[in-house]
C-alpha cells in the first residue's frame, strides 16, 4: 500500500526536522571562541541591520517577528554581552519616541563569522553528495526558497 501525497509530504517534512535537529546540534559542537557566540535570533537581528543600515527598534522587530519585550532583551545583548557593542542605538531625528539601531564594525564580523560558520557545517555535510544530487539538490532548494517568498 503505498503513502498518499500528503503522508508523503509529512514524512519529508519530518525528515528536514531532523535535519535541522542534527545541524543544531553539530552547531552546539562547533561554537566559535565565544567572543561573538550569538544566538539565530541575534543573527537575524544582526542580519537585517546588515541589509538596512539603520531600522529602529520597532522596525527591527517587526523585520525578525519577535515580540517588543524580547527585542529590548535582544538588543541590550548586541550591546552588552560581548567584547565591543554590535549595535549603536541613538535617538531618531525624525521622531524622537523611536530609537535607531545600527550594526558597529564588531556586529559586522560577528554576522558575518557566524554565517561563515552555518555555511561551512552544511558545506561539509554536502561534500558527501554527488554532483548530480547537488544539481538535483540546489535546483529542488531554489523552488522552495521561490515557494517561501525568499
Not at 46 to 57: C, I, K, N, P, Y
Not at 64 to 89: F, G, H, W
Request: proline share 2%; hydrophobic share 40%; aromatic share 4%.
Amino acid at each position: 500500500m503505498s503513502q498518499s501525497a500528503s503522508e508523503q509530504l509529512e514524512v519529508l517534512a519530518r525528515e528536514i526536522f531532523e535535519l535541522t535537529k542534527i545541524a543544531w546540534l553539530t552547531a552546539q559542537r562547533t561554537k566559535p571562541d565565544g567572543r561573538h557566540d550569538l544566538s539565530e535570533t541575534e543573527f537575524l537581528a544582526l542580519d537585517a541591520l546588515e541589509q538596512s543600515g539603520r531600522l529602529t527598534v520597532g522596525d527591527l522587530q517587526r523585520r525578525i517577528n519577535v515580540q517588543p519585550a524580547r527585542m529590548s532583551r535582544i538588543i541590550k545583548s548586541l550591546e552588552t554581552k560581548y567584547d565591543s557593542p554590535l549595535v549603536t542605538c541613538t535617538i531618531n531625528r525624525e521622531d524622537k519616541r523611536k530609537i535607531d539601531v545600527r550594526l558597529s564594525e564588531a556586529g559586522t564580523s560577528a554576522a558575518d563569522a557566524f554565517r561563515r560558520g552555518k555555511i561551512s557545517i552544511n558545506a561539509e555535510v554536502l561534500r558527501s553528495l554527488s554532483a548530480g544530487d547537488v544539481d538535483d539538490l540546489m535546483r529542488i532548494v531554489r523552488i522552495i526558497r521561490k515557494a517561501m517568498g525568499s
